[in-house]
């Protein structure tokens, strides 16, 4: 290998990324310290949901890197999804302007170039910043996550998940934060004593001290984050008119000081879309590209039970058609588990200033295949904008370690103007769904009994009449049988009951034969049958219990949406 010329290591490199579906253009091969722009250095769209890395030292041009390719998955129809950490990424709406340098660059490494913008849509988490509110209810958002937020220890955040296990059983909406405040008071209440006493796990003791962290949360001002209307993750999948995919930038720059909340939410963001995207198998592209920017702060001090959630998100949603691409300094930020799944890897310059740089650079040469190249050297004598580069072929095999020389965005490397971006915010479809806070009846409001409204006593003679919706025990008419049974099918199932619906206005006639299909038909008709219609109406609520526990996902998340 040391023998080989150079010549030989350009044609290794021509022949690893000699491609033939839709690919991300990334740049041209750098041999021996010469560019070569017939060796293009390239990434196959269907293998970016086979996850990546993007890696490298502050100031080695990372930021231009997923810049570079959100443009390229936007022109290929693909949507993206970006963190703005430092406000820099809102200039892709903004197409950049030619310049001597830019032009030299492009030019050498064979890229035709033209200033565009592209199609983006800006959000701000709660509103605070200019973008379309993006909020989460508490339920949604799960314990696990919430637990993160609130930075409670293990066995705080197993009490937690009891709290939230009480509030779904007792139909306790938790919307907001002062829904969750109100049910642990409840818990720690004269009250509410003998429900704490039955959740088993949970003391009085540790009830408080995550009240008292909750009520930190809110000083800090982070009750704008929860509530309602809440983000539906499928509109980050949207393309454009024109068939590009739509980039949606998230507006964070007023969370630095909490990169804790921020990597939180983006981790709910995923979690919701792995929750309800329906498999998809291998696709010629993704549906989307999920960009995590200063990844290491998803791991810094997290508990087990979130860093096994992390593993079991990212191993199973490729097969929805996401991908994932980690944006950190070096791989060491990114616990073994995930990293043994990023099959394509960006690495930008390392710096070697001290023994612990060291360490990590030879950690970092660790994780590449055997190489043409030096990489100890190569990745600390790297320029700004190039990087070394491996990715996964259409065959699944990792392609050549290539020294890349990489393209220039085409539109503005930097913010636009705060003039675009409001513009871009008002005129967006998603300001009227999102723009608005609504606080409707939850656990809040139930636990302080407001939400029990007076509707005047009954006609003589006549039973109060329940809602159409409501299965009441005791009431049961075929009618009502029916209409529970498909509502628990399809809560359970999540697909359409397979129980025919009855005519409008026509109720079965009692002692009828049930119809047949449905998993529940088949478990309440045998023990209903054996014991009596009293326990087809347990049966019932139970599985209506069951149905809303199994919809909790690999986070404890829970949207609304789904129940």
């Keep these: 290998m040391a023998n080989k010329s150079a010549a030989d290591k350009v044609a290794t490199i021509q022949k690893g990324y000699a491609l033939e579906g839709a690919t991300i253009e990334l740049g041209a091969a750098i041999v021996d310290g010469e560019l070569h722009k017939d060796a293009p250095v390239r990434l196959p769209l269907s293998m970016m949901n086979r996850h990546g890395l993007v890696a490298g030292a502050t100031g080695t041009g990372k930021t231009v ?70 909020r989460a209810t508490i339920t949604s958002f799960g314990p696990i996550l919430l637990s993160r937020i609130m930075e409670l220890n293990d066995t705080q955040e197993s009490s937690l998940q009891l709290v939230f296990h009480f509030a779904d059983k007792n139909n306790l909406e938790l919307v907001d934060l002062k829904d969750l405040r109100a049910v642990i008071q409840h818990l720690t209440s004269e009250e509410g004593k003998e429900a704490l006493r039955e959740l088993g796990g949970l003391s009085k003791a540790t009830a408080g001290v995550i009240l008292r962290e909750l009520v930190a949360l809110e000083a800090q001002g982070m009750e704008r984050f929860f509530g309602e209307p809440e983000f539906d993750t499928a509109e980050l999948l949207r393309t454009a008119p024109d068939g590009r995919g739509v980039i949606t930038c998230l507006e964070l720059p007023t969370l630095q000081t909490k990169p804790m909340v921020f990597s939180t939410f983006l981790m709910w963001l995923l979690a919701d879309l792995f929750e ?99 990489l100890e050297e190569t990745l600390t004598s790297a320029g700004i904008g190039e990087a070394v580069i491996t990715v996964m072929n259409e065959r699944g095999a990792p392609t050549p370690v290539a020294l890349t020389r ?10 636009s103007t705060s003039e675009l971006v409001k513009s871009t915010v008002a005129g967006s479809a998603l300001l009227a769904k999102y723009g608005t806070a609504v606080d409707g009846v939850s656990a809040y409001e139930k636990l302080a009994g407001q939400a029990a409204v007076p509707t005047g006593p009954a006609a003589p003679g006549q039973p109060p009449t329940p809602a159409t919706d409501v299965f009441v025990p005791g009431s049961i008419t075929p009618g009502t049988v029916d209409a529970e049974a498909r509502r628990i099918e399809e809560e359970i ?43 087809k109406s347990m049966v019932r609520s139970m599985g209506t219990q069951l149905g809303r526990e199994l919809l909790r996902g690999v986070f404890g998340t829970s949207s609304r949406r789904r129940r």
């Design 65 to 134: 890197t997923l810049h570079m390719m959100a443009e390229q998955l936007s022109a290929a129809g693909v949507p993206v999804f970006l963190a703005d950490i430092k406000g820099d990424l809102s200039g892709l709406a903004t197409p950049a302007t030619a310049s001597d340098k830019l032009t030299a660059r492009t030019e050498s490494i064979g890229q035709p170039w033209a200033g565009k913008a592209f199609p983006v849509e800006f959000l701000a988490l709660g509103g605070d910043g200019n973008g379309v509110p993006v």
């Design 276 to 374: 309800d995207l329906p498999e998809a198998g291998d696709l010629d592209k993704p549906k989307l590209v999920f960009f995590l920017d200063e990844a290491h702060l998803l791991f810094n001090d997290a508990s087990k039970a979130f860093l096994e959630a992390i593993t079991t998100t990212v191993r199973l949603i490729r097969s929805k058609g996401v991908g994932i691409f980690f944006v950190t300094q070096t791989p060491k930020d990114v616990p073994a588990d995930v990293l043994g799944q990023l099959a394509n890897r960006v690495q930008h310059a390392l710096r070697a200033f001290t023994p612990e740089d060291a360490k990590a650079l030879k950690a970092t040469v660790s994780t590449f295949p055997v190489s043409d190249y030096d």
């Design 406 to 415: 990489l393209r220039a965005p085409e539109s503005v490397m930097g913010p």
């Design 493 to 535: 199932l999540g697909r359409p009951s397979s129980r025919p619906a009855p005519e409008p206005g026509r109720e079965p006639a009692p002692h009828s034969a049930p119809p047949a299909g449905g998993m529940m038909d088949d478990i309440t008709g045998a023990l209903g049958g054996a014991i009596g219609g009293g326990l």
